[in-house]
C-alpha cells in the first residue's frame, strides 16, 4: 500500500505539472480536502491510542460475555458494536482498529474469524450515513447542502437504519448462520481489565466527549478532533510516553488521499463530469435518486468512492439536497464489490493479511455484490419514503 499511496501522489503531482490538471481546480480540490485531512489524522491518531488503552478490548470482552455462548446474540452485539465505532470514529478508524479487535476475540473464544472480520468490514462501510463524522464524504456532503450534524441525522436516519438492517440480513445469511459459521455455541472469554485504568478512562471519556461535541459544539469537525487527540496524547505523555511515536501518524492515508482526489479531478475535467451530468440527470422523484444512487455506487466501484462523490457532487445542481444524498448514499454503501472502492476495505484488507485471516476474493466480491444492490436499495428506498 505504500507503493500504491506515493504512486498515486506521484502522477496527480506529474498531472498538476504537465497542465493536464488545471491549477484552479487542483487548488478547489486543496480547499475542500485540507479539512477532511487535517480531520482524519487527529481521528485516527486519537482512535489508535484509545485502541493502545484498551478501551475496545474491554468492549469486545463484554459483548463476548453478554452473548453467553449464543451466536445469534453475539452477532446482534457484533453488529450494534461496529455500526457504532463507525457512527461514532467513523470507518477508516473502524477498519484500522475495530478489526484486529474483532480477530482477537474470534481467537480468545475459539470461533471463525471471517465472519466477525466481514462483519466489521460491511458495517465500517454501510453504517457510515448518519453523521458527519462517519464518513470523509459526509463532511464534504454537510458543507455542500448545510446541514449541521444533527440536521444531517434527522435527514439520514431512515436511509442508515434501513441499509444496517440490509447488512445484517446479508451477514447472517451469507457468512452467520450455522451452515456457515461451522459451530453451535461459543465459550465465552474472561473478563478483561485494562493494564492502566487512568488511561483507559481518560480515553474512553476523550471518545464520549468527541461525540458530544460534533453534535452540539459550533466548530469544525477538525477541531472537535484535535481536540479529543490532544487530550489522548497529553494523557500518554503522562503515563506512557513510549508510545507516542510519529508512526501513529496515518501517513500513507495523507498521501494516498490527495493523490486519488488529484488523479479523479483530471479524469473529471476531461470528460467525467460531463459523463456524471448525463448520467445522473437533474430528477428528484423516486427514479432519479435511484439512479443517482446507482450511479455513485457503480462508480465508486470502478475508482474509489472518495474521488468518485467530490466528481459527482460538481455534477448534481445546486437545488437538489435528495438527489446529492442519493448519490451519497451509493458512494458510502455502493462501494463492497472491489478491494480498491473504499480506504477502510483497502485497510481492512491489509489488517487481515497482517493477522493471517484469508480473505476469499472471489466470496468476498460475489457476497458484496449482494449487499451492494441490496443495501443501496433500501437506503434510497428509506429516502424516498421519508422526503
Known amino acids: 500500500m505504500d507503493l500504491l499511496a506515493c504512486a498515486l501522489l ?22 475542500r480536502t485540507a479539512p477532511l485531512l487535517a480531520f482524519l489524522a487527529t481521528v485516527i491518531v486519537m482512535a489508535e491510542l484509545t485502541g493502545r488503552a484498551q478501551v475496545f478490548d474491554v468492549l469486545a470482552g463484554g459483548i463476548s460475555r453478554v452473548g453467553k455462548g449464543s451466536y445469534a446474540r ?13 457512527l461514532i470514529l467513523n470507518l477508516d478508524t473502524t477498519a484500522v482498529l475495530l478489526t484486529p479487535v474483532m480477530l482477537a476475540m474470534a481467537a480468545r ?55 444496517i438492517a440490509a447488512t445484517a ?14 459451530a453451535d455455541v461459543y465459550v465465552p472469554t474472561a473478563a478483561f481489565r485494562p493494564a492502566d485504568p487512568v488511561l483507559f478512562r481518560t480515553c474512553a471519556l476523550a471518545c464520549a466527549g468527541f461525540l458530544v461535541a460534533i453534535l452540539v459544539a459550533p466548530v469544525p469537525l477538525w477541531a472537535d478532533s484535535l481536540a479529543a487527540a490532544l487530550v489522548v496524547v497529553v494523557a500518554f505523555a503522562l503515563r506512557r510516553p513510549g508510545e507516542l511515536r510519529l508512526s501513529l501518524v496515518p501517513w500513507r492515508l495523507l498521501i494516498m488521499v490527495p493523490g486519488m482526489f488529484l488523479v479523479v479531478e483530471t479524469v473529471n475535467v476531461h470528460g467525467l463530469h460531463t459523463l456524471l451530468t448525463h ?45 446529492l444524498l442519493a448519490f451519497l448514499i451509493g458512494t458510502n454503501v455502493g462501494p463492497l464489490v472491489t478491494p480498491w472502492a473504499s480506504l477502510a476495505t483497502l485497510l481492512w484488507f491489509e489488517r487481515c493479511r497482517t493477522a493471517g485471516v484469508k480473505v476469499p476474493l472471489a466470496r468476498f466480491v460475489g457476497t458484496g455484490l449482494v449487499l451492494a444492490v441490496t443495501g443501496t436499495a433500501a437506503a434510497t428506498g428509506a429516502l424516498v419514503l421519508t422526503s
Open 10 to 31: 506521484a502522477c496527480g503531482l506529474l498531472l498538476l505539472a504537465t497542465g493536464a490538471l488545471p491549477t484552479h481546480a487542483a487548488g478547489d480540490v486543496a480547499r
Open 74 to 86: 453475539l452477532f446482534g452485539l457484533c453488529v450494534l458494536f461496529a455500526s457504532a465505532t463507525a
Open 109 to 163: 473464544v475459539g470461533i471463525a474469524p471471517l465472519p466477525l472480520a466481514m462483519t466489521t468490514v460491511w458495517l465500517a462501510n454501510t453504517a457510515s450515513l448518519l453523521l458527519p463524522v462517519s464518513n470523509l464524504t459526509n463532511l464534504l456532503a454537510a458543507d455542500r447542502v448545510g446541514l449541521s450534524a444533527g440536521g444531517l441525522a434527522a435527514r439520514m436516519w431512515a436511509p442508515q437504519a434501513a441499509v
Open 169 to 182: 440480513v446479508c451477514l447472517w445469511a451469507m457468512y452467520w448462520r450455522r451452515g456457515r459459521r461451522g
Open 279 to 323: 448520467a445522473m440527470g437533474t430528477e428528484e422523484g423516486a427514479g432519479g435518486l435511484f439512479r443517482s444512487a446507482s450511479v455513485g455506487a457503480g462508480l465508486s466501484n470502478v475508482l474509489n468512492n472518495l474521488p468518485v462523490y467530490l466528481a459527482g457532487e460538481a455534477a448534481v445542481p445546486d437545488g437538489n439536497r435528495d438527489q
